[in-house]
DNA sequence: GTCTATAACGAGATAGAC
DNA sequence: GTCTATCTCGTTATAGAC
């Protein structure tokens, strides 16, 4: 790579976050189903066909926005994971599930682009499922690392629902027991229940001092996935 | 009311009816965010004006299904617990949530419309309240009747949490103590975690058995506020 | 009084010619 | 990359039929 290709390829770069920034702005005023590559480039005084050598379309620039949604997601909760010593586990499961409400809260059009309603007329390709990973790995780890040490304690698992347990242990969890896979994948649905329907102001009226209440019930999550008690 | 009155009031109703059902087709079909009172009005055979008669504002049709997809949803939940012995506590609250669960996967985008993300610019008015509360009340009326009759278990709160679980209690579950009423509220974010994401296609790929899955983890919520075991 | 239709406003999106 | 002609939208004023 000679200095003119690296110029080139900065200038691209720049263009392209301008882009994906100027987007997210109309996310948060509008919604993602109203994106609109015109008015994205008539935002950065572009034309709307210049968009196209950056995005090839709208549904390209929605892709772009949620995975690096994802991104900056799990990237949150593996940073909040790293500030906590390895063993402690149980604080690791909260501050990582903190560290989730505190990015949705401070992002909440990013976070209902990622776990909201579906965009009407957008498939997700396949390409956001790394991305979209990284915060669930996090979590499983957690709960590994626990199981791996001093074990998981107080998750059974009703005999009815063991195969499809296997299923999502050796799917997801490989080396988590069925049980723990089980109960990982059902806090992580609630965990989001409790952050969406915060965000989505659901508690309006009703929780008071959500920090709190969240925190008590992310504690509770992690118990229920086999944590030992704080 | 005279006979003249009510085949007026009658063709009111019925214009009424069919201007709420063309927003609901268009609903699924494009979102609510692009809900527009002249496609609706267009497809009736309308024009745009006439429906101004019906509806003040766009807002006040989009109000209107807001608040006929809450009551439709409390009326599932209060059908599907009348079917069941009242004494049986356990079994009632499942069936109540998967009624729920049923409901929001027969209308998708009706679901989306009361607990997915906002619809931009628009703000729920104060009147969507009372028919919001109804599944919730369903609920909680389970608990209430739990702890009147064989009382609730295994429920501890901690004193960091009692202050705000008192307020929640005599806020929106008098007549329940406070580790339930918090209990509750937690479970009822995390039921509603569940179902989002089966129906938003967060566990494609992820959980296939969904039903049983379900049926399970209803069931543990239930025990988390102190129901009986089944 | 109750309804529908016509016409218009200001705003924005879109398609195509150039 | 620019311009223009033609769409969409929510909403209102007005007039006339029942």
């Known amino acids: ?33 109203k994106l609109s590559l015109r008015a994205v480039a008539r935002e950065l005084g572009m034309v709307s066909s210049a968009l196209y050598r950056y995005f090839p379309s709208r549904d390209d620039l929605l892709t772009a926005l949620i995975i690096d949604a994802y991104d900056s997601l799990g990237e949150a909760a593996e ?40 965009v009407p007329g957008y498939a997700a390709p396949a390409t956001t499922v790394p991305s979209a990973a990284r915060v669930t790995m996090v979590l499983i780890g957690v709960v590994r690392d626990a199981h791996d040490g001093p074990g998981l304690t107080g998750v059974s698992l009703p005999d009815e629902l063991r195969p499809e347990a296997e299923r999502m242990a050796a799917d997801i969890a490989p080396g988590l027991p069925p049980e723990a896979a089980s109960a990982m994948v059902a806090a992580w649905a609630e965990l989001f229940g409790l952050i969406g329907f915060e965000v989505f102001g659901q508690f309006t009226r009703v929780v008071e001092d959500r920090e709190r209440f969240f925190r008590h019930a992310a504690a509770r999550l992690g118990a229920s996935v086999g944590l030992p008690a704080a």
Do not use: F
């Not at 690296?6 to 976050?17: I, K, P, Q, S, W």
């Open 79 to 118: 940073t909040a994971q790293a500030d906590v010593p390895e063993g402690e586990l149980t604080r690791r499961w909260t501050t990582v599930c903190e560290a989730v409400r505190g990015w949705a809260l401070a992002r909440p059009h990013e976070y209902a682009l990622i776990y909201g309603s579906p």
């Open 1 to 33: 790579m000679n200095a003119a290709e690296g110029a080139r390829a900065r200038a691209r770069t720049e263009v392209t976050a301008a882009i994906k920034d100027e987007a997210r702005r109309q996310l948060a005023a509008e919604g993602a189903a």
